[in-house]
């Protein structure tokens, strides 16, 4: 069964006015990315919104003001409609957060007309709403509902949708229309409060581009208590690694492009927002998919993880991933039926430059991370040291050989499991000996011992 495409909290709109459809679908699709934007599409919505009525039910409606020509306004057509009783009734209590921080209850058309007055004139009182993502939400609630019953109305409650509430976790981000979404593993580590799986169209209807979306709160990256200016520089130098890997000109398997589309310094957002943007629909490197593929295209993967990881540590500036596990690794399928794997999610990256910086300045700041088992195993010994507060400096290089000889061992295994997988097991599957004891050699708990990238890449597939 093909995965649904959610078309955002708008598309039954397309049957009321084609006008109020644009503005109000144009205003979901910012609501992450710029909040007070969103709240000018929405303030014009009102306008469209409003006139919709007016027309239908021939209410008439006078302007006070003493000029001639002038037209009246959205606050004279809501009273003229309200007067009227063409208002369609909304269910529960609507509240609003003020510019003194204070909620306040109010009729759920005051709270729309007022949020984008505010966003069009900045001058605010204290009781005004306050222009910031929470209010969005709330009058993207109000506009979905109003909006509803008068689709159910001109439907005579024939609805081609299903009625639902409501969701922002489907609001499409920039043009990236919701497939799936999820709380990550690694939340308490990198502080990333959503996933998305989306993709995005060309002007033909066809898909262009698949993405995985990581959403991290600003509020929330100075938790640790660590100082401003080092939170800053942590969360800006994510954009390092797109930076970096664009001077060295690599090319990634899957032509994986790297994408910042709400940076720390976005203003009207409260999130930073990074989009690995696949030309193929990506798929998780999960239990499911591995078990229908063969032992061979299984070793392929390995052989492409190991070479992108390579890559990586050998750029001009040096990466080293720092997070490798299951969860990292997406599969495209190529035009043959081949699978093609691809690493993202570097948001634990170590760049290993005095320009581009580390992307988390100290991960043993985060004891919390990788909670489960099934996460931790991934984590070479002097790793979860460091993560307990050992000061040792360590090689990120020779801990990646390690995470990645625990990966390989689940990729070729055809699951992923507890605890890792040992090397009897891989040897009655059918692995190449010579194989079977390069990754054991990746997981020795003695980082010297470990061999080369490129001496596993002249193993594999042998």
Same mark, same amino acid.
């Given at each position: 069964?093909?995965?649904?495409?959610?078309?955002?909290?708008?598309?039954?709109?397309?049957?009321?006015?084609?006008?109020?459809?644009?503005?109000?679908?144009?205003?979901?699709?910012?609501?992450?990315?710029?909040?007070?934007?969103?709240?000018?599409?929405?303030?014009?919505?009102?306008?469209?919104?409003?006139? #919709?009525? #007016?027309?239908?039910?021939?209410?008439?409606?006078?302007?006070?003001?003493?000029?001639?020509?002038?037209?009246?306004?959205?606050?004279?057509?809501?009273?003229?409609?309200?007067?009227?009783?063409?208002?369609?009734?909304?269910?529960?209590?609507?509240?609003?957060? *003020?510019?003194?921080?204070? &909620?306040?209850?109010?009729?759920?058309?005051?709270?729309?007309?007022?949020?984008?007055?505010?966003?069009?004139?900045?001058?605010?009182?204290? &009781?005004?709403?306050? #222009?910031?993502?929470?209010?969005?939400?709330?009058?993207?609630?109000?506009?979905?509902? *109003?909006?509803?019953?008068?689709?159910?109305?001109?439907?005579?409650?024939?609805?081609?949708?299903?009625?639902?509430?409501?969701?922002?976790?489907?609001?499409?981000?920039?043009?990236?229309?919701?497939?799936?979404?999820?709380?990550?593993?690694?939340?308490?580590?990198?502080?990333?409060?959503?996933?998305?799986?989306?993709?995005?169209?060309?002007?033909?209807?066809?898909?262009?581009?698949?993405?995985?979306?990581?959403?991290?709160?600003?509020?929330?990256?100075?938790?640790?208590?660590?100082?401003?200016?080092?939170?800053?520089?942590?969360?800006?130098?994510?954009?390092?690694?797109?930076?970096?890997?664009?001077?060295?000109?690599?090319?990634?398997?899957?032509?994986?492009?790297?994408?910042?589309?709400?940076?720390?310094?976005?203003?009207?957002?409260?999130?930073?927002?990074?989009?690995?943007?696949?030309?193929?629909?990506?798929?998780?490197?999960?239990?499911?998919?591995?078990?229908?593929?063969?032992?061979?295209?299984?070793?392929?993967?390995?052989?492409?993880?190991?070479?992108?990881?390579?890559?990586?540590?050998?750029?001009?500036?040096?990466?080293?991933?720092?997070?490798?596990?299951?969860?990292?690794?997406?599969?495209?399928?190529?035009?043959?039926?081949?699978?093609?794997?691809?690493?993202?999610?570097?948001?634990?990256?170590?760049?290993?430059?005095?320009?581009?910086?580390?992307?988390?300045?100290?991960?043993?700041?985060?004891?919390?991370?990788?909670?489960?088992?099934?996460?931790?195993?991934?984590?070479?010994?002097?790793?979860? *040291?460091?993560?307990?507060?050992?000061?040792?400096?360590?090689?990120?290089?020779?801990?990646?050989?390690?995470?990645?000889?625990?990966?390989?061992? &689940?990729?070729?295994?055809?699951?992923?499991?507890?605890?890792?997988?040992? *090397?009897?097991?891989?040897?009655?599957?059918?692995?190449?000996?010579?194989?079977?004891?390069?990754?054991?050699?990746?997981?020795?708990?003695?980082?010297?011992?470990?061999?080369?990238?490129?001496?596993?890449?002249? #193993?594999?597939?042998?």
């Amino acid at each position: 069964m093909a995965d649904e495409v959610k078309k955002g909290n708008f598309d039954f709109v397309r049957e009321i006015n084609a006008d109020i459809f644009k503005r109000v679908s144009e205003a979901e699709s910012l609501g992450r990315l710029d909040y007070k934007t969103a709240g000018l599409r929405l303030r014009e919505a009102f306008e469209v919104f409003l006139d #919709i009525l #007016i027309n239908e039910y021939q209410v008439k409606v006078e302007s006070k003001s003493e000029k001639k020509d002038v037209k009246p306004s959205s606050s004279e057509k809501q009273k003229a409609l309200y007067r009227e009783k063409r208002l369609p009734f909304l269910k529960g209590d609507w509240y609003y957060l *003020a510019v003194d921080g204070g &909620d306040i209850k109010r009729n759920p058309y005051d709270i729309w007309r007022l949020y984008g007055n505010q966003c069009a004139h900045p001058e605010q009182r204290p &009781d005004d709403p306050a #222009i910031c993502y929470e209010n969005i939400i709330v009058i993207l609630e109000i506009a979905h509902d *109003a909006l509803w019953e008068i689709y159910k109305r001109k439907r005579n409650g024939r609805t081609t949708y299903k009625r639902t509430d409501f969701n922002p976790n489907v609001m499409p981000i920039g043009d990236n229309y919701v497939i799936k979404y999820h709380k990550p593993f690694d939340k308490d580590v990198t502080h990333c409060v959503m996933e998305f799986e989306t993709c995005s169209y060309k002007d033909t209807g066809r898909v262009d581009k698949y993405s995985i979306i990581r959403v991290y709160d600003k509020s929330d990256i100075d938790e640790s208590g660590m100082d401003v200016k080092l939170v800053e520089r942590r969360v800006r130098d994510v954009e390092a690694f797109g930076e970096a890997a664009s001077e060295a000109g690599i090319q990634f398997a899957g032509n994986v492009v790297v994408d910042v589309l709400s940076k720390m310094n976005s203003e009207y957002s409260p999130f930073y927002i990074v989009a690995y943007k696949f030309s193929s629909k990506p798929h998780p490197l999960e239990k499911e998919y591995l078990a229908g593929i063969s032992i061979q295209d299984r070793e392929g993967i390995c052989r492409q993880i190991t070479e992108t990881i390579l890559k990586l540590h050998s750029l001009s500036t040096p990466i080293y991933h720092r997070n490798i596990t299951y969860d990292c690794v997406y599969i495209c399928e190529r035009t043959k039926g081949k699978p093609e794997a691809s690493i993202i999610k570097f948001d634990c990256a170590k760049i290993d430059s005095g320009e581009f910086g580390t992307v988390i300045q100290s991960v043993k700041d985060k004891q919390s991370m990788a909670q489960t088992q099934m996460m931790m195993k991934y984590y070479a010994p002097e790793a979860r *040291a460091y993560l307990q507060g050992a000061s040792k400096s360590i090689s990120w290089e020779k801990a990646d050989v390690y995470s990645l000889g625990i990966l390989l061992a &689940d990729i070729l295994n055809g699951d992923i499991s507890f605890k890792p997988v040992p *090397a009897m097991k891989l040897e009655t599957l059918g692995v190449n000996v010579d194989f079977v004891q390069a990754i054991e050699r990746m997981r020795n708990p003695n980082p010297d011992a470990r061999p080369s990238l490129e001496n596993i890449i002249s #193993i594999i597939g042998q």
